[in-house]
């Protein structure tokens, strides 16, 4: 690993500032997946801007009845904070199966939304990768991709976006609170992750040296018995194959309300709109769960390895959806 050198600030307008005073630096909090990459040669900054001493760690209820969750907030402390275990069970679910306690116990809410792709071609810093080295092919097309996306890929980039919480925030329709040289901003969860299209290189909106600050989740009943399965290919640490974030409520036999979305499938994050639409209004019974299912994966392209995440993301919708509409939880 090649030197770099080290800033530590205390303040939001200093951090900007100091990564912002010259190209190649970078914001540095948790770490658990940036200090690997730094390892790995895969980024390289100049400078680190080591913001732990930031005040951004607040987790706060919001007037309408959600929470704000400051971007240093802990996601040991975010899965265990009270407000977000009773009113959004299924986002606490989602934080307690995304990593080890001692990753959890690191690892902060806003480096999670951002962290990169386990795509080995992409880590290995030498494959040809678009997301690493744009123009340089992509490794995964015709090579070991079981482990990756099916939805939202494009002739660039079949990369999935691994993060657990994030499937949960699409869900819940989040808005990202961010600060950056231009002010202060805010992006709703659904326009902060960009498919691959022709520049996988580009994963989120975010401006050279804007900061996230909080993540706003507003308040909906319906969050209240949410819950998120998650399958892997071992029960404990590992990423996943197929993932559902889902809540329901239903009324006379026919869904009401749905929030569904999954992960482990997608490049980015999946809110599952077109599942969503189709049984909004219809019948809670398991051949609509798996015509909502065979809607939303319609234009599905698996390659060789990866193409049972198909049948198994249509099992996995199917469960989910019984579980919610019948009121259980995972």
């Not at 948790?30 to 913001?51: K, M, S």
């Not at 971007?71 to 959004?88: G, I, K, Q």
């Not at 992006?187 to 992750?193: A, D, K, L, W």
Request: glycine residues 10%; hydrophobic residues 40%.
């Amino acid at each position: 690993m090649r030197p770099i050198s080290y800033v530590r600030v205390s303040d939001v307008d200093e951090a900007v500032a100091a990564v912002t005073a010259s190209p190649g630096r970078a914001f540095l909090a948790g770490g658990t997946t940036e200090v690997d990459l730094l390892r790995l040669g895969v980024i390289e900054p100049d400078v680190v801007v080591d913001i732990n001493d930031l005040p951004l760690a607040a987790i706060e209820d919001l007037p309408d009845g959600g929470v704000r969750i400051g971007a240093l907030a802990r996601m040991s402390d975010v899965a265990r904070a009270p407000s977000v275990r009773e009113r959004f069970p299924g986002m606490s679910e989602a934080l307690l199966l995304g990593a080890s306690e001692q990753l959890r116990n690191m690892a902060t809410i806003g480096g999670n939304l951002c962290q990169r792709t386990r795509c080995a071609y992409f880590r290995d810093g030498l494959s040809a990768c678009n997301k690493r080295e744009p123009g340089t092919g992509c490794s995964a097309m015709d090579g070991a991709n079981r482990a990756h996306a099916i939805l939202g890929t494009s002739d660039k980039c079949i990369a999935t976006h691994p993060s657990d919480l994030a499937v949960a925030l699409v869900a819940l329709d989040a808005v990202v609170q961010t600060i950056g040289p231009s002010g202060a901003r805010s992006i709703p969860i659904g326009s902060f992750y960009l498919e691959p299209g022709d520049t996988p290189d580009r994963e989120h909106p975010l401006e050279y040296g804007e900061l996230i600050a909080s993540i706003d989740v507003p308040g909906n009943p319906l969050a209240g018995d949410s819950f998120y399965l998650k399958f892997r290919d071992r029960e404990s640490y590992e990423f996943a194959l197929v993932s559902v974030f889902a809540a329901a409520r239903v009324r006379n036999d026919r869904v009401d309300d749905l929030r569904l979305s999954l992960g482990g499938v997608g490049t980015v994050p999946w809110r599952a709109r077109r599942a969503e639409a189709r049984l909004t209004g219809g019948s809670a019974t398991v051949e609509e769960f798996a015509a909502a299912a065979d809607e939303e994966l319609r234009d599905a392209a698996p390659r060789e390895h990866n193409a049972f995440k198909v049948e198994f993301a249509r099992r996995v919708i199917v469960r989910a959806l019984g579980q919610a509409t019948r009121g259980e939880k995972s």
